[in-house]
């Protein structure tokens, strides 16, 4: 067990290194950061290279990445070129947003998407059963963009009932800003949330529609169904835990993927999380800012998968984790 | 036998809404230029001052812009045909690329075993574990901006399912006692990799196919949405519901939302295509 | 369960307590801006960048300032004269005090002009520019400063009117960290610093002892919000008082809400350069893709470029009215622009007999690059500009890209014709920058990355930039102007307008034409 553990995180480690190696060259290959940082429409060519040099933009990238690696050592990924602040900090001030945004919408989606879940499965085939399939084959397709996009449509444009943007009034607590403190910043997140929820909730059904199909075939069920438990405590009692493992998983994954792939609605919804910091971040060539959003995404992600498998192995004897 | 598991898992084309639906998009996508009435990437054709007309008004090219026009002039019923063909076009060749590239490696890997098999799984796994949106994110920016390089980042993302599906298939076919024949009579290697190993790949890889053909529209729809996709006078459909976007909060809606609506319904009909040859193949229906 | 509901009210109840406190209502008297400047540091003499100058003219003031004509007014400085043609004496105001009590004197001036001489290192250079031909700087008595310069710079307090003052400090100069500390902030300015949070919020407080009498607000609190959307819906939402940078398309919809909106041509212009030093460009070939020589330098291909660019669609359509169609570097109207270049209609069929005349009847390809996202209205221009010139025959790729690998590209030569802009405190630093031959000892051409050169330009040009500020120098940086752009090195589009719109709080407020965004700017209404 140690051993596979070991092995997980010295794969993580590689992974990890790998993509900063990628990112750092990608970014370096896009451009000159400093043209974001001089007033361009004043400064001469002179001004550009000497805070090119300041930067360290001059030295070659070997020695640069060197250099970024030394400083990664020390838990240092640089300060942003742009906010003029150390990046890692800069990305933990924007955790919070992004936090909270995942965080309900799994809130609302785990419940919705089991319950609509266990209500396909009961009968497979059924017209309900292949209503809600058939739903979540479009929610599914629905872009996220497009989906976001609807969303202010109707729920800001036309209607006004909901802001089209933004995080609105914050409160503090444990020493970071948060939204749903306020009623002013729950409004603000109903619309974000509502779009990471949709695709959640299909995904969640699904899983859970297989899950129970697949349950209620045993034997153990239709016992109890012999023994005359009344239906509902079946499904409550029985199938719930039996289908829960699966359901906890992805839930944990795509709470994960949550963080990394909320750069969509963030940037729609004005969102100043961690997806928003990432993709204005690409755009202004914000390298330090870049490394470390990447890193922290890989590594949030890493770590869950390595959760995952090693609480499977240890649950089900079935299945052997290869280091 | 390959031949017929193949027909077997392809969905009846007349039964299937779905599949209408689809072969409607690509027939409009190959017509494009017959059927739209403007060639927006053509500027002479443009009318400027016409720019965010509302849909049903009537351009001075003498037809009516059925959809209304973008914030440049260009008509938006006419810029879905053509979008269409940009996010097929590069959806399937890269998709294709990656499933070719995908069996290949992960028959090798089963195949050649060892220290192949190693790195080529090893590589697969890093992928893997990371979120897709991620690796295509690295992958544009390093590769930059332009069609091709979205197809090489679509490949990028890609290919690592493929590889996976094909090993564990491959994998489970070289325990099997003809291929121990096979070794016995010194086949060469190409024969067992080609007559035996690949076809038998091809199948599962197949029911994989269509999801990521959706996977590839919605990835390409979104990098280009975020403004690392396609280029500018070339929209597609993603990138044309980006340029909407700003006109969204003045009520200008549908220079976003019927190319999203275009997109959407493309993306729909694959799904439920793929669930239909999935339901084939796995006929105890309990798959994802 | 009994206990797990329990907490659960208990937290219920602390979430609704936490939200009465936040939602107090603000005092009449505060004054609360949306902004899209992010204030990148405190130190007032970090970089020259508009969000810089604009939020920390609130805590530092200038010996001398520009209106919203462009004119200099007197700031810390009451008058100052030219006392030989190097040798400039500005008198202090008197009374005047640091936000820490310490009186303000010629000390501080000198302190001021030593520590961007000498102290600050680039990245932090910006400011050299405008002390670079200061040679010396002397108090001759507590409320009297000399400038000695090399050479003569008649514009040398125009230059000074960019550089905050500074409290001197015996224990040497101040660095960039220290500053950004925000505990030494030390103006002489009508607000005080509060606190700050670098990309997210600047808190000022009132100078009760300022010089020029009791500033309108007691509080002022900049928000910075980079999304135009998100600052437009914190307006509407009444989540601030004040927003600026607003978007062209949000204008009406904000109107509609009951709120104001002012607008302002900016002191600016977005324009096409050529790339007329090479030889042969990048991706400009002939119709068939074979490498042409380069076209620009034919004067015949520019005008009809020129004559085939729908200027007045850019600012009617692109940018809804919100930007003025341009024919030289800043809005006509302003010091040293001419009455006589106004932008031309387009003529496709002149256009196009001229590129014929020039040895093109057929026309020819080329890419036209730009930046996305950096100005309003620069993708879209593009794309309208390759429409505009396919009408004359010219077969245009638009090619938009973020700002900074733009500019790479740009610097690394891989385009031939290009979309840049450019701004300053006067025209003719546009003009010198943009226009004069590239000569880096003259300090001309800065950005003349197209390498025109036109000798008969730079000595008229030269020759005005010496005359003393004034109406005969207007005139004949005019002139100037008017010679060079009848050789059409670049291509000016518009001058995008700066638009703010404010809530009821405010009673009116003045646009200024650099688009600076302060509460200066804003009088409160008497509720």
């Known amino acids: 067990m140690t051993n596979v553990i070991l092995g997980r995180f010295l794969q993580a480690f590689l992974l990890l290194l790998v993509m900063s190696l990628i990112g750092f060259i990608g970014i370096h290959s896009a451009g000159n950061p400093v043209y974001n940082i001089v007033n361009v429409e004043t400064a001469s060519a002179e001004d550009i290279r000497e805070a090119t040099i300041a930067l360290g933009l001059d030295q070659p990238l070997w020695v640069q990445y060197a250099r970024f690696l030394e400083n990664v050592g020390t838990g240092n990924f640089g300060t942003s070129y742009i906010y003029h602040l150390p990046a890692f900090g800069l990305l933990l001030s924007k955790l919070p947003a992004t936090f909270e945004l995942a965080f309900l919408a799994m809130l609302l989606a785990a419940p919705i998407g089991t319950g609509l879940g266990l209500l396909a499965g009961r009968h497979p085939g059924s017209v309900l059963d292949g209503l809600i399939l058939r739903s979540s084959v479009f929610a599914l397709s629905i872009p996220s963009f497009w989906l976001s996009m609807l969303l202010i449509l109707v729920g800001a444009i036309f209607t006004g009932w909901f802001p089209s943007g933004g995080r609105g009034e914050t409160s503090s607590l444990l020493g970071q800003n948060w939204s749903f403190l306020t009623l002013d910043g729950l409004r603000h997140l109903a619309l974000p949330v509502l779009a990471l929820a949709i695709p959640n909730i299909a995904l969640i059904a699904r899983l859970a529609r297989s899950g129970t199909v697949e349950v209620e075939r045993l034997d153990f069920t239709r016992f109890c169904r012999a023994k005359g438990l009344s239906p509902s405590r079946i499904r409550l009692r029985h199938t719930l835990p039996n289908i829960s493992i699966p359901i906890v998983t992805i839930v944990g994954l795509q709470f994960g993927g949550m963080l990394a792939f909320a750069v969509v609605v963030e940037s729609i919804f004005a969102w100043p999380g961690i997806g928003k910091l990432l993709i204005d971040s690409i755009q202004l060539l914000d390298r330090p800012v870049v490394m470390a959003t990447l890193t922290f995404v890989s590594a949030v992600f890493v770590l869950l998968n390595a959760l995952v498998d090693i609480t499977y192995s240890i649950l089900d004897p079935r299945v052997r984790v290869s280091a | 036998m390959i031949g017929m598991k193949i027909k077997r898992a392809l969905p009846h084309p007349a039964l299937s809404v779905s599949g209408i639906i689809l072969t409607c998009y690509v027939l409009a996508a190959v017509a494009a230029p017959l059927l739209a009435p403007q060639n927006p990437y053509d500027p002479l054709q443009i009318f400027g001052w016409e720019a965010s007309s509302p849909p049903g008004s009537t351009g001075s090219g003498g037809y009516r812009y059925l959809l209304g026009t973008d914030g440049l002039g260009r008509d938006i019923a006419s810029g879905i045909l053509y979008g269409l063909r940009i996010s097929l076009v590069v959806s399937l060749s890269g998709t294709i690329i990656a499933a070719v590239i995908g069996l290949s490696a992960g028959v090798a890997a089963a195949y050649f075993g060892k220290w192949i098999d190693i790195i080529i799984m090893r590589l697969v796994d890093l992928q893997l574990s990371l979120p897709t949106m991620l690796v295509a994110l690295i992958a544009i920016v390093s590769l930059g901006p332009g069609i091709d390089r979205i197809i090489l980042a679509l490949i990028i993302v890609q290919w690592a399912a493929f590889a996976r599906i094909a090993r564990g298939v491959a994998l489970s076919e070289t325990g099997k006692s003809y291929m121990d024949a096979a070794s016995l009579l010194r086949l060469p290697s190409y024969r067992v990799i080609f007559r035996h190993l690949l076809p038998n790949s091809i199948a599962p890889a197949i029911t994989l196919l269509p999801v990521e053909i959706g996977h590839a529209i919605a990835l390409e729809a979104t990098l280009s949405f975020l403004g690392l996709g396609v280029p500018i006078d070339k929209p597609s459909l993603g990138s044309m519901v980006a340029s909407g976007f700003q006109y969204l909060l003045t009520g200008q809606y549908w220079i976003s939302f019927f190319p999203g609506l275009a997109l959407f319904g493309l993306i729909a009909s694959i799904n439920f295509v793929g669930e239909d040859v999935r339901r084939r193949f796995d006929p105890r229906g309990s798959s994802l | ?527």
Request: with cysteine; aromatic share 10%.
């Open chain 3, 1 to 527: 369960m009994g206990k797990k509901l329990r907490m659960g009210m208990l937290a219920a109840a602390a979430a609704l307590g936490l939200c009465a406190a936040s939602v107090l209502p603000s005092t009449a008297q505060e004054l609360r801006v949306a902004t899209s400047y992010k204030l990148l540091t405190l130190d007032p003499h970090y970089a020259v960048l508009n969000e810089n100058i604009a939020l920390l003219s609130h805590i530092y003031e200038r010996l001398l300032y520009q209106d919203e004509a462009l004119n200099l007014k007197p700031g810390l400085a009451t008058s100052w004269k030219r006392l030989s043609e190097t040798q400039w004496e500005f008198k202090l105001r008197e009374n005047v005090r640091f936000q820490d009590g310490s009186a303000f004197g010629a000390e501080d001036v000198v302190y001021t002009i030593k520590r961007i001489q000498g102290f600050l290192k680039p990245p932090s250079g910006g400011f050299q520019a405008y002390a670079k031909s200061i040679k010396s700087v002397t108090a001759s008595d507590p409320l009297t400063v000399v400038v000695e310069t090399d050479g003569s710079v008649p514009t040398l307090p125009l230059q000074l009117s960019n550089i905050f003052i500074m409290h001197h400090e015996a224990a040497g100069f101040r660095t960039t960290e220290e500053l950004n500390s925000g505990a030494l902030a030390n103006g002489t300015g009508p607000y005080k610093f509060d606190s700050w949070q670098s990309g997210e919020t600047l808190k000022l407080t009132r100078n009760e002892d300022y010089w020029g009498g009791k500033p309108s607000w007691s509080e002022v609190t900049f928000r910075i919000i980079e999304s135009p959307a998100a600052r437009v819906a914190a307006l509407v939402a009444q989540d601030v008082d004040l927003a600026d940078f607003i978007p062209a398309r949000d204008v009406e919809g904000v109107k509609k809400r009951g709120l104001k909106v002012e607008s302002v041509s900016a002191a600016r212009s977005n324009f096409l350069q050529f790339d007329l030093g090479r030889e042969e460009l990048p991706e400009v070939t002939d119709k068939d893709g074979n490498p042409i020589p380069n076209p620009f330098r034919d004067v015949r291909v520019r005008r009809a470029l020129a004559m085939a660019t729908d200027r007045q669609f850019l600012a009617d359509k692109i940018l809804l009215g919100y930007g003025t169609a341009a024919a030289q570097f800043f809005p006509n109207g302003l010091p040293g622009t001419s009455a006589n270049l106004v932008p031309e209609p387009p003529d496709y069929e002149k256009a196009k007999a001229l590129l014929a005349e020039a040895g093109y009847p057929n026309g020819f390809n080329l890419s036209l690059a730009g930046s996305s996202g950096r100005y309003p209205g620069d993708g879209e221009t593009l794309q309208a500009i390759a429409q505009n010139w396919a009408r004359a025959g010219i077969g245009v790729k638009p090619v938009a890209v973020p700002f900074s690998v733009f500019e790479t590209n740009r610097a690394g030569g891989k385009y031939a014709v290009w979309y840049a802009g450019c701004s300053g405190e006067a025209v003719d630093i546009c003009l010198n920058a943009v226009v004069a031959s590239p000569d880096k000892e003259r300090g001309t051409g800065a950005l003349n990355y197209g390498n025109y050169r036109n000798p008969a330009f730079d000595d008229a040009l030269a020759k005005a930039r010496t005359i003393e500020v004034g109406p005969e120098r207007d005139a004949a940086i005019a002139r100037a102007a008017e010679l060079v752009m009848a050789d059409q090195p670049v291509i000016p589009l518009y001058h995008f307008h700066h638009i703010s719109a404010y809530g009821g709080k405010v009673a009116s407020y003045t646009m200024h034409p650099r688009g600076w965004t302060t509460a200066m700017q804003a009088v409160p209404s008497d509720k």
